[in-house]
Structure formats: C-alpha cells, structure tokens
C-alpha cells in the first residue's frame, strides 16, 4: 500500500524558516511526479510547488517562488520543501502528494493520487 507521511510542521514567527519533509513508503516515488499543496481555513487546497520525477522540472505558486524550495531524495523516497521568509499568510495544513501514473509536475490538485495527512505549519506575526 502506498503511503505518505509528511513532518516539519510547527509554529514559527514571521521571517522565520521551516523544512517539511514527506516520507514515502509502500514502493518507490522514484518514477512519480510529487507536489505540496496547502489548506488555511475557510479556504480551498491550493497548490505549493511540484517536482517532476527526478527533480529537473520545478514549478511554484508565484506567492512562494523564491522563497520556498522543493526537492526530493529518491534514494530515500522522501520529498521536502524548505521554507524560508515565512508569513502569517503562509499558515495552513500542508500535504504532499504524488501522481503515481506520471513523471510530470502538475499545478493541478486532481492530477495526484496519492495524498499524506498533512502538517500544520502556523506562522506567527
């Protein structure tokens, strides 16, 4: 069974730094597109950054690029996202997820089939 767990999350102030990490296990990711999206309340899931396979293609929402970065360690099937400069607006649940029947990064929360149980990243101002 496929299975996603992501780790990382906390509290942290304005201006601080976070690395999220989301360990895959169940089979290899290597050959799979993999993204984080985020959920604040009251709002939808939106997207965060994606990485095709083997970590060539990266994709930002505009908000985040430049401050965030993903990458991932398919030896270790595990993906992160360092977060950097974080903002109150920042604060969500954030998951990963991956496209198991493709190698391309997508925007699109319905591309990916496989979802962790996110973590809670709350930046304070």
């Known amino acids: 069974q496929k299975h996603l767990v992501e780790s990382g999350g906390g509290l942290v102030q304005a201006e601080g730094s976070l690395t999220l990490s989301c360990a895959a296990s169940?089979?290899?990711?290597?050959?799979?597109?993999m993204g984080w999206f985020r959920q604040a309340p009251g709002k939808d899931r939106e997207f965060v950054s994606a990485i095709n396979y083997n970590g060539d293609n990266t994709i930002y929402l505009d908000s985040v690029r430049g401050r965030f970065t993903i990458s991932r360690d398919n030896a270790k099937n595990t993906l992160y996202l360092q977060m950097h400069i974080l903002k109150p607006e920042d604060t969500a649940v954030y998951y990963c997820?991956?496209?198991?029947?493709?190698?391309?990064?997508?925007?699109?929360?319905?591309?990916?089939?496989?979802w962790g149980q996110g973590t809670q990243v709350t930046v304070s101002s």
């Open positions: 169940g089979r290899s990711f290597g050959n799979s597109a």
């Open positions: 997820a991956a496209r198991s029947a493709s190698r391309d990064a997508s925007y699109y929360s319905t591309n990916y089939d496989i």
